[in-house]
Nanobody
Framework: QVQLVESGGGLVQAGGSLRLSCAASGGIFNIKAMAWYRQAPGKQRELVATIPRGGSTNYADSVKGRFTISRDYAKNTVTLQMNSLRPEDTAVYYC??????????WGQGTQVTVSS
């Protein structure tokens, strides 16, 4: 079992920055890749950024150049640095861990609200 705990959400004005963190514990050796997803009210959950173990990062077109995902293997954390935030970035952000064996794991989510 993998446990994921997010932190760092909040309220920010458009143009501002926030940094989300996700701490993984438990079966961390089973984690193949980590990612951030988000879900806005009335919309489907969407992929924001991924960082595979030993691979290159990928971003949704809507966040390219503004968001940066990084992973600290020693601390078992994944971070999403969000700059130049826009009101359309408002959503609940979820940390995700894709496992080598078994189902993917999800954090509880953290709210990000960007005011105009």
């Amino acid at each position: 079992q993998v446990q994921l705990v997010e932190s760092g959400g909040g309220l920010v004005q458009a143009g501002g920055s926030l940094r989300l963190s996700c701490a993984a514990s438990g079966g961390i050796f089973n984690i193949k890749a980590m990612a951030w997803y988000r879900q806005a009210p009335g919309k489907q959950r969407e992929l924001v950024a991924t960082i595979p173990r030993g691979g290159s990062t990928n971003y949704a077109d809507s966040v390219k150049g503004r968001f940066t995902i990084s992973r600290d293997y020693a601390k078992n954390t994944v971070t999403l640095q969000m700059n130049s935030l826009r009101p359309e970035d408002t959503a609940v952000y979820y940390c995700n861990a894709d496992a080598y064996v078994g189902h993917p794991y999800w954090g509880q989510g953290t709210q990000v609200t960007v005011s105009s």
